[in-house]
């Protein structure tokens, strides 16, 4: 059964750093993994996919990247910004069709 | 280009009572569709999924049932609302697999 964590739970950090959110996963065989944002009380905002067979992906002020055998993916967000405050979420798509998401990180840039 | 419609926004139901919540999509054909549910301060559960139409598989054993009646027409509901079933529910598409998944814009339940 694939099981998705997100590691830090919750992260505070001043405005213009640079920050690493981390996503593992225990079962390797999936079609891709997507990271997420969602403001309170919102939907889900699409950041990045990477397909399984990808390194990584950048949109922006934002990298994902991705090692599927070791499970890890990890979501790089250059010179934050008090408008990057929002939960983060990674889901890895599985090969027996179902989305499965962490339970994310909560973001908080402080101005 | 697709979009994906979920309403209603926000419900409150008593204990006891039905519910019905309907996402539709448009814009594709036969997506696969995804119910999940978000508890306070919780991740997201998935509960249903659907590949095709008639096609459903149930994550969790629970108080809830979907179904797809029409190949863009996902449906979640309950004959017997419990307080347990308040959350935050949301419906999802996706083309295929290898594709990015796409979220509708909730719904908040809450029952009273």
């Known amino acids: 059964k694939q099981e998705v964590t997100q590691i830090p739970a919750a992260l505070s950090v001043p405005e213009g750093e640079n920050l690493v959110l981390n996503c593992s996963f225990t079962?390797?065989?999936?079609?891709?993994l997507q990271w997420f944002r969602q403001d309170p009380g919102k939907g889900l905002t699409s950041l990045l996919l990477i397909q399984s067979s990808q390194r990584e992906q950048t949109s922006g002020r934002l990298n994902a990247s991705l090692d599927k055998s070791s499970g890890r993916s990890t979501l790089y967000i250059a010179a934050s910004q008090p408008g990057d405050s929002a939960t983060y979420l990674c889901?890895?798509?599985?090969?027996?069709?179902?989305?499965?998401f962490g339970k994310g990180t909560r973001l908080h840039i402080l101005p | 280009s697709q979009t994906i419609h979920q309403w209603p926004a926000t419900l409150v139901q008593p204990v006891g009572s039905p519910l019905s919540l309907e996402c539709t999509v448009e814009?594709?054909?036969?997506?696969?569709l995804y119910w999940y549910r978000q508890a306070a301060g919780r991740g997201l559960q998935l509960l249903f999924y659907s590949v095709g139409i008639g096609q459903i598989s149930s994550e969790v054993p629970q108080n809830l049932s979907a179904s797809r009646p029409q190949d863009r027409q996902f449906i979640l509901s309950s004959k017997k609302l419990l307080l347990s079933d308040s959350g935050f529910y949301l419906c999802?598409?996706?083309?295929?697999?290898?594709?990015?998944?796409?979220f509708g814009q909730g719904t908040r339940l809450t029952v009273v």
């Open positions: 814009g594709t054909s036969n997506p696969n």
């Open positions: 999802a598409w996706s083309p295929n697999l290898n594709t990015e998944a796409f």
């Open positions: 889901a890895v798509g599985n090969r027996d069709d179902k989305i499965i």
């Open positions: 079962d390797s065989a999936i079609y891709n």
